[in-house]
């Protein structure tokens, strides 16, 4: 179940990423894609599909072990108490 909500925040933030290179690398086509379009969006196709599926995946785990720590700690605690 958790990987499917991993795979969809992919999804999501691959077009996030997409939007934000857009309007970032805009202004420098001439200086950075000589001009041609078809690089620009095959560069920002290549940054966003990269960073939409490796930054959602560590930090779903994260979260995933955030929670599971923060039952094991309460569970320690409950045992030291009593």
């Not at 929670?67 to 094991?72: E, L, M, P």
């Amino acid at each position: 179940m958790h990987w499917r909500c991993a795979l969809a925040l992919c999804i999501v933030t691959d077009r996030l990423w997409t939007a934000v290179f857009v309007v970032v690398l805009s202004p420098y086509s001439d200086t950075f894609f000589p001009g041609d379009e078809q690089v620009m969006a095959q560069s920002i196709a290549a940054l966003s599909a990269w960073l939409g599926r490796t930054l959602p995946l560590p930090l779903a785990e994260w979260w995933l072990e955030r929670g599971d720590a923060a039952k094991r700690r309460a569970r320690a605690l409950a045992r030291r108490t009593v």
